[in-house]
């Protein structure tokens, strides 16, 4: 146990509006160099936001890496300087023009460790009241009602291939049974 | 509905031996013009090996871009012209020292859809019959075992980040209790 690595150099090689990338160069605990490519992201926001009647409130949108229409949480990026539940407050009201009553957190989620320093935070959002979305530029994106039960069933399905959405439904299941 | 967006034009930015980066333009589905960064990544697996007494293999490692030692499902990246599942068993081999009897396709997952085209392949493996473990060079990891019960309250406790071992845990756990 205690395996660590060490920065000994790094240089920037990419830097972009949503992301930038670092090549660095580690000592690891057994004392071996090795080079490490690090996506840098600033971090973002996930949200279960659940209405009274037991639905989930999802967006659809098409996700150009992958090259498909996901259906997903409502989701966004950090702004300087905010910390995750005024990012989740905000990206809620854009997306689908809600705001909550009840926030719950569901901790941390690390996309992809291996390779990337991004961290979400995930919430449950609910006694919901409803208003008017206002997206961010260049933003499409449709917002629908599915009921809980039916995403966990599309989860078993394995037709539900996003991850911070599986993530936050899960979890929001186990609280909300109880 | 009906999203969708089309490559205009595109450009390698960086090119790694994780992933490289491309800085595409795109016509989106209402006419309008946009950037797009995108990290490429060829893919990988993720394995949830869970022994005849209900624990799962799992394992700990440094995770640089995080800054943490990690608990994670076994996982790695595709090699050229391997297909998930054989990728999933040497995987599996490799970090273990196991092979299983039977396999479940748990779905794919997309970790970061928003901005990388990586896709996790994740499995459920049973029926484990134990060998020696052997790395890649410069990985260093060790491998517990650990009840799904334990995992599953570690998750409920928002102390399990890994996007990937969150995800193929409950589902593993809704499988594995019908």
């Not at 992201?41 to 890496?65: A, C, N, S, W």
């Not at 539940?85 to 992809?112: H, I, Q």
């Not at 609910?126 to 966990?152: A, F, I, Q, W």
Request: glycine share 10%.
């Amino acid at each position: 146990m205690g395996y660590f690595e060490e920065k000994i150099s790094g240089k920037n090689v990419f830097r972009g509006r949503v992301f930038s990338v670092d090549l660095d160069t580690v000592r690891l605990s057994d004392g071996e160099i090795r080079p490490r490519e690090v996506v840098v992201h600033r971090g973002g926001v996930g949200i279960v936001p659940v209405t009274d009647e037991g639905e989930v409130l999802m967006v659809r949108q098409f996700r150009y890496p992958v090259g498909e229409e996901l259906l997903e949480i409502p989701a966004g990026k950090l702004e300087e300087g905010e910390n995750p539940e005024e990012c989740a407050r905000r990206e809620l009201s854009e997306e689908t023009g809600c705001t909550a009553g009840k926030w719950v957190d569901l901790g941390k989620m690390y996309p992809t460790p291996g390779y990337c320093g991004e961290v979400l935070h995930i919430f449950l959002a609910t006694d919901l009241v409803y208003g008017k979305m206002h997206l961010d530029e260049g933003e499409l994106l449709s917002v629908s009602r599915v009921p809980l039960e039916t995403l966990c069933k599309m989860i078993a399905d394995n037709s539900l291939p996003d991850a911070k959405s599986v993530f936050g439904i899960l979890k929001a299941r186990d609280i909300l049974k109880d």
